[in-house]
């Protein structure tokens, strides 16, 4: 495809994104160089953590309490956003969780899970696909379920992408309400809800089985989730909740999985062809927001605007991220290809990909055509 808009997109990648016998980037690129630089910001501050989950949490519970109260208005309108914002922010310590090594912060593990995880239908387990998408050997590959080539997807894929947002709820209802449960008694279903059903990624590409995982625990959270589950039916049933009280509920819930589809989206250059990519390609395939405003803010929390970083070292905690970039930005080369993966925001990265999946649709038409 010869798309100057689909050109530029690749190609900002530096290269090798679409080629990977062009190992350019691993050359420009010292990983040792800027381990020597950011070292000193690998370790989590606990304190940090946990004030921040108990700010946020505050933050569901209060606006949450004033949305299911109110009636129509402005205020319940207001009050839903917030809750919706807030959730989606809470949630995306899951993703902090993956990184942490196992027995590290196990108190702020179990603090998340009691108060977010269990309650809202997305315990940590439930993003165990991650280690796909860090691993070399499944990074940008049809074995990484995070990973979408939205460009030659076209935008179909796109808006596929998001629209799969409307039926996560009751997806996550009907998983643990029926399907967790029955596949206890069944080892064949079992397995498969262990490959495609705990995945936060495309259930169709499944993950990875990794031995160090604790299946067990696994188990009881999952049982833990069913009986919250189950208590809400019960309420429901028997008439001490009201009914209304679902679409408000799903209306947040798609809020925030909305939210999160839209940082999803931004993450990457999605340029890979399929092939296994280096530590500096996935560098390289993958991008920091560094435009400030409240919609960066809003859409990439706990760190999640620093993607390029993250995948450059993904035990970086959060909170020094800021500090490590501005680290980075001033002590390494001018010619290093991590100042590539910068973007000003949300609107100009999602727009280039947008173009460039328009164009390869138009041109891919006209290749049919011809």
């Not at 977010?116 to 993003?127: A, E, Q, R, T, V």
């Not at 990875?208 to 625990?217: M, T, V």
Request: glycine share 8%; aromatic share 10%; charged share 15%.
């Amino acid at each position: 495809m010869g798309s100057g808009v689909l050109a530029e997109w690749i190609d900002g990648a530096a290269g090798p994104a679409g080629d990977h016998t062009d190992r350019s980037v691993d050359e420009a690129f010292s990983v040792k160089e800027a381990h020597a630089i950011v070292r000193h910001l690998l370790r989590r501050n606990p304190a940090i953590y946990f004030a921040d989950f108990a700010v946020t949490m505050t933050v569901v519970y209060l606006a949450g309490f004033v949305y299911f109260r109110a009636g129509l208005s402005p205020l319940q309108l207001g009050a839903g956003v917030v809750c919706g914002c807030a959730l989606f922010r809470a949630g995306m310590f899951i993703h902090e969780i993956q990184h942490m090594r196992r027995g590290e912060m196990t108190g702020f593990v179990v603090a998340w899970n009691l108060v977010y995880g269990i309650p809202m239908m997305l315990p940590s387990f439930m993003y165990a696909n991650h280690r796909d998408h860090h691993d070399p050997r499944t990074y940008g590959t049809v074995r990484d379920g995070e990973y979408r080539v939205f460009t030659t997807g076209g935008l179909p894929q796109i808006a596929a992408h998001f629209l799969i947002g409307l039926v996560v709820p009751p997806a996550l209802v009907l998983r643990f309400l029926v399907l967790g449960p029955l596949s206890h008694c069944w080892p064949r279903l079992r397995r498969f809800v262990l490959v495609h059903a705990m995945t936060l990624g495309d259930p169709a590409k499944g993950r990875r089985i990794w031995p160090d995982e604790n299946h067990a625990i696994w188990a009881v959270m999952e049982l833990a989730v069913c009986a919250v589950v189950v208590t809400g039916s019960v309420l429901l049933a028997s008439g001490f909740l009201p009914w209304t009280i679902l679409p408000k509920g799903y209306a947040i819930g798609v809020l925030a999985v909305e939210l999160n589809a839209m940082r999803d989206f931004t993450a990457h250059r999605f340029g890979n062809s399929g092939e296994p990519m280096s530590h500096a390609e996935q560098l390289a395939d993958s991008i920091n927001i560094v435009g400030k405003g409240p919609v960066t803010y809003l859409l990439y929390p706990i760190g999640m605007r620093y993607h390029a970083l993250h995948h450059l070292f993904p035990a970086m905690p959060y909170h020094n991220m800021a500090r490590a970039h501005r680290l980075l930005m001033e002590r390494l080369p001018a010619q290093s290809p991590y100042r590539a993966t910068n973007r000003r925001g949300f609107f100009d990265t999602a727009g280039t990909m947008v173009r460039a999946a328009a164009a390869y649709s138009k041109e891919a038409r006209l290749a049919k055509v011809t």
